[in-house]
């Protein structure tokens, strides 16, 4: 099975227990931008009970891991502590999450709109360049912002 990508924002703002990165990984029952004509059901996306791990890039090292949660709209956030190398990825620019995905269960709707109704993510890359034209990132210190 094939895993594919998604892209949603990023950033990294400090904490009382040092800097983490904050993202969107998916949106459920909300239609793609940017060109995609698809949509994940919502309750449809599954990830392994330890999270998933964050990349520096797609196929790269692993720099932290992030247990997702499922907010009341839909959206599937992300929360890991922005270690030293995440915070290099994010500042040299990869200010976006690229989400990879099993679909599991799909169906076209009589628009052509992709549903997926079961879907598995297990990995997200940091990456330079957005699927989506509304994505955007920064790292916010306490009185600095970089981007």
Not at 61 to 77: K, N, S, Y
């Amino acid at each position: 099975m094939k895993a594919e990508r998604l892209t949603f924002a990023v950033e990294c703002r400090a904490s009382e227990s040092g800097p983490m990165l904050h993202g969107v990984i998916l949106a459920e029952g909300r239609a793609a931008t940017g060109g995609r004509a698809e949509v994940f059901a919502p309750g449809s996306v599954a990830w392994p009970g330890d999270g998933i791990g964050i990349l520096g890039e797609h196929y790269g090292e692993e720099l932290a891991r992030a247990v997702p949660t499922r907010d009341a709209t839909g959206e599937i956030r992300v929360s890991a502590p922005a270690s030293p190398a995440v915070m290099a990825a994010v500042q040299s620019g990869r200010r976006f999450l690229s989400v990879e995905f099993h679909a599991l269960r799909e169906v076209r709707t009589a628009g052509g709109v992709r549903e997926i109704q079961r879907a598995f993510v297990d990995r997200a890359a940091l990456v330079p360049s957005p699927e989506y034209a509304q994505a955007t990132a920064e790292i916010r210190a306490r009185r600095k912002v970089y981007v």
